[in-house]
């Protein structure tokens, strides 16, 4: 009796954590693994979609399935926003989670774009400011070792930020320090943070900009940046592939 799909997802899968096909390699052409298992190949290639969808392999065009080889980037909670990174040394928070998980980086795995837009109703209640009003949109892309990882796209009131290097779309941080020590310098330090992360299947947009394989969901973060005196200096939108990432928090219970 032939197996289904789901079974033999799991048989692979089982093979890929054992190390029967170890890290960058390929799993047998769709053709070998129907006659291995006397399945049909329309099996074989459900199979495979399972395990793209939990981030085991990923489609390579001319090489076949190939084994991921890196584990998922470690994003760090509250300490990759830490003052001591930015303030008085050169860290900005992606370089500081590729730090915490032992990757190389360069300025350049972060692009971005800029462009003054009408806020919409999310980024005008975040910033309080009507809805349609003009702000400063600062959208980037990162990636890890070509790879990308995540999307980040913050906003800004245009009085805060106009003469800035945060307007500037060179790829890489905005300088030393980045854009959070861009604000400190304009009498905009921020001091507290509030993070909102829910789950959600990509947009179309989303699955080509980030190279999703099918049916892997995304991360979704909305940031808000306050100063000491609690106004709001920046509201970001985060989209994160779900499989590269594990989300890493350090705090203190509170009594």
């Not at 919409?120 to 003009?134: F, I, M, R, T, Y």
């Not at 001091?191 to 900009?209: F, K, L, S, Y």
């Amino acid at each position: 009796m032939s197996i289904g799909y789901r079974e033999l997802a799991t048989v692979l899968r089982d093979a890929i954590q054992r190390g029967d096909y170890p890290p960058e390699t390929t799993l047998p052409k769709q053709e070998e693994l129907a006659a291995e298992f006397q399945v049909n190949v329309n099996t074989v290639r459900k199979a495979i979609g399972v395990l793209e969808a939990e981030g085991l392999v990923t489609p390579v065009r001319r090489r076949g399935t190939v084994v991921r080889a890196r584990p998922p980037m470690k994003r760090l909670g509250a300490d990759r926003y830490a003052k001591n990174k930015w303030k008085y040394g050169d860290v900005v928070p992606f370089i500081a989670d590729r730090e915490a998980s032992g990757r190389s980086w360069q300025p350049t795995d972060q692009t971005q774009s800029v462009t003054k837009v009408e806020a919409d109703s999310e980024v005008a209640e975040a910033l309080g400011v009507p809805a349609g009003s003009p702000v400063y949109e600062r959208a980037r892309l990162v990636k890890d070792a070509g790879q990308p990882t995540h999307t980040l796209t913050s906003y800004y009131r245009p009085a805060d930020v106009e003469g800035t290097r945060l307007l500037d779309a060179t790829p890489g941080p905005a300088g030393r320090g980045g854009g959070f020590l861009v604000l400190t310098l304009r009498g905009l330090e921020p001091d507290t943070m509030t993070e909102t992360i829910h789950a959600r299947m990509p947009t179309p947009g989303e699955v080509a900009q980030l190279l999703l394989p099918a049916g892997e969901p995304v991360m979704v973060l909305l940031r808000r940046t306050f100063t000491a005196n609690g106004r709001v200096v920046e509201f970001a939108r985060g989209v994160h592939a779900a499989s590269r990432f594990s989300w890493s928090y350090t705090f203190k219970i509170p009594d």
